[in-house]
Every structure is written in structure tokens, then in C-alpha cells.
């Protein structure tokens, strides 16, 4: 039995590479290849790295709306990972998902009430006035009115239509929220209003989220401790001060040294990678970044680092360490 809320052990997703007439597999693109982490109750992870580096894919098979090739994910104590039918619809109510861009997300012949309340109507918790009242209660959560249910999403802005998915996700009183991207489609001065509704609405309901993103600044601002992936691995986690001041891993340095302006003048020099990100259908042998690493030796070519613990809390994959 665990503490955690969340625990995802050795998770592995390969999309097969099929050729031919037949649609033989003639290899696989390895996505997601061995990601261990785990969330707290009230906690906030972040997850960050390059685009194509697994990690919507790692959020998409936590919510299980992708089935993973391989590893574990428990939930709450339960294992999840080959629940199927009523078993993972009764799970599933514990946890949802904000995504990405709040205009495809939500049905636009719907309205916001129906949006809104259709997990009710499908788990049949509530029904009638009830289920007025509940969507009239989020919606003023969000910082909507009760009166917007009867629109429909097109009339919304950006980021109004993001507070109604926010709304969505809490309908059924989760644990835990998985916020892919939510707000990287927004214009910054709304992607603020937004995460500073998501810091409130944590406190308010004791929710866990797991926060993806490609913009470190975000995460630093919204997350306790951070993630971060490389070609479908995770090379470091820790919590964000430590990770934010000291990072460990040659390419957090990296992401940082280019991402984040130092808070003294020569804090951090920067850290210019040389090469591209290698293909996912055929990754390199030994440590996924010695590629392009700059202070890689003779073992990064030919062992793969394992995620281990230097300090406290401070986990790295990587050789040097």
C-alpha cells in the first residue's frame, strides 16, 4: 500500500511503424519508454521538456485514454492500468483532464449546462434541479455566471471557454487533474488569470494536478515539484526551488540556461546544445541525451542512467551523478 495519490512505475508507450500492403510492424516509435514518478494528495507536478518528448502521451495514459505497452499506474492504492468497462468508469470519476485548446474540447452544439453536466447525467449521480443548481456552482467557481449555461462555446472567449473546461473537470469532485497545455493557447495576460484560478481552486478542494508544459516559466509558478523528459524518459525531478537554482541534469541545464534569465549577472552560463533530438523510432544506445551532451563519457554511450536520488527529494538520470 502507498501514500501517494498517485504512482506510475516503468511506463512504456510504443506506437507501432507498420509498411506494406499487409500492415506489417516493422518497428515502433517509443514514446513513452520507462517513466516512474509519483503525485501527493494536494500536490502540483509539473512536466516539462521539448515538444515530442512523451510527455502528453505519459498524461494521456495516466487518464487512461491511451492504454500503455508496458509498466504500472496506481491510483489511490488501486492498480489502474488494464481496468476496462464499469471497473474504470467507477475509477474514473477521481480523476479528469483540462486540455489543451478550450475551443475543441467542448461540443459546440452543446450548450454550457449540457457541457457541463454531462458527466452527471452519465454516472447518474444527480438529476433534475439538482444538476441545474451543480452547474450554477462551478460556473461562479470559475468566476462565470450562473446565467452563461444557456450559451453555447462559441460565444465564450479563450479564456472563458478554459474556466467552463476547468468547470467540466470538476464536476465530479476529483482528486486529481490532468492540465495538458492549458493554457498555452491563451494570451499571456489570460494565461495568468487562468493558473492563478488553478492555485485557488487546489486550496479550495484539496485538488493534485499534474501540470504539462512546454514554458518553464509556468511551471515554476504553478508546480511544487518538477519533471523533466527527454525522449520519453524522465531525467530529473525534484522539487521546483531545487531544480529551478540547481539543476543537476546536463540538459534541465540547458533548458534553463535558454529558457530563464539568471538572477545575477554570470549565475548560470549558457549552455548551448549542439545537434537535434533524435528520432523516437530509433533512439540512441546508453543514456537518451549523450548525443548531444556536452559532458558525456565513455558509459552515457553504452548504459542507460537510472533515475536515482543525489539529494533529497532531487532525483537525476544521469552518469556524472
Not at 511506463?11 to 500492403?21: D, E, Q, R
Not at 509558478?221 to 531545487?242: A, C, F, N, Q
Amino acid at each position: 500500500m502507498t501514500d501517494h495519490l498517485l504512482e506510475v512505475k516503468e511506463l512504456k508507450k510504443y506506437f507501432p511503424i507498420t509498411a506494406g500492403v499487409m500492415k506489417r510492424t516493422v518497428g515502433h516509435v517509443k514514446a513513452v519508454d520507462g517513466v516512474s514518478f509519483f503525485v501527493d494528495p494536494g500536490e502540483t507536478l509539473g512536466i516539462v521538456g521539448e515538444s515530442g518528448c512523451g510527455k502528453s502521451t505519459t498524461g494521456r495514459m495516466i487518464m487512461r485514454v491511451l492504454d500503455s505497452t508496458a509498466g504500472s499506474i496506481y491510483f489511490d492504492g488501486e492498480n489502474i492500468t488494464r481496468l476496462h468497462g464499469r471497473k474504470l468508469r467507477r475509477i474514473r470519476t477521481k480523476f479528469q483532464m483540462v486540455f489543451q485548446d478550450p475551443y475543441a474540447s467542448l461540443n459546440p452544439k452543446m450548450t454550457i449546462r449540457e457541457v457541463i453536466s454531462e458527466p452527471l447525467v452519465v454516472n447518474k449521480m444527480l438529476s433534475g434541479r439538482q444538476v441545474v443548481d451543480r452547474v450554477a456552482t462551478l460556473l461562479e467557481t470559475v468566476g462565470l455566471r450562473p446565467d452563461d449555461m444557456m450559451r453555447y462555446p462559441h460565444e465564450f472567449s479563450g479564456g472563458q471557454r478554459q474556466r467552463i473546461g476547468i468547470a467540466r473537470a470538476l464536476t465530479l469532485n476529483p482528486k486529481l487533474v490532468v492540465a495538458d497545455e492549458a493554457v498555452s493557447a491563451l494570451d499571456v495576460s489570460i494565461q495568468s488569470q487562468i493558473l492563478n484560478l488553478m492555485v485557488d481552486l487546489k486550496h479550495q478542494f484539496n485538488l493534485s494536478y499534474i501540470f504539462i508544459s512546454h514554458n518553464l516559466a509556468v511551471v515554476r509558478h504553478i508546480s511544487d515539484r518538477v519533471g523533466v523528459m527527454y525522449l520519453g524518459h524522465m531525467v530529473e525531478i525534484s522539487p521546483k526551488t531545487d531544480l529551478y537554482d540547481n539543476p543537476l541534469h546536463p540538459y534541465t541545464q540547458a533548458l534553463l540556461s535558454a529558457a530563464l534569465e539568471p538572477k545575477r549577472k554570470g549565475q548560470r552560463q549558457r549552455m548551448i546544445l549542439r545537434g537535434d533530438v533524435p528520432s523516437p523510432a530509433n533512439p540512441p544506445a546508453g543514456c537518451p541525451f549523450h548525443t548531444r551532451c556536452p559532458q558525456a563519457i565513455e558509459q552515457c554511450r553504452t548504459q542507460r542512467p537510472v533515475l536515482q536520488q543525489v539529494r533529497p527529494a532531487h532525483f537525476v538520470a544521469c552518469h556524472l551523478y
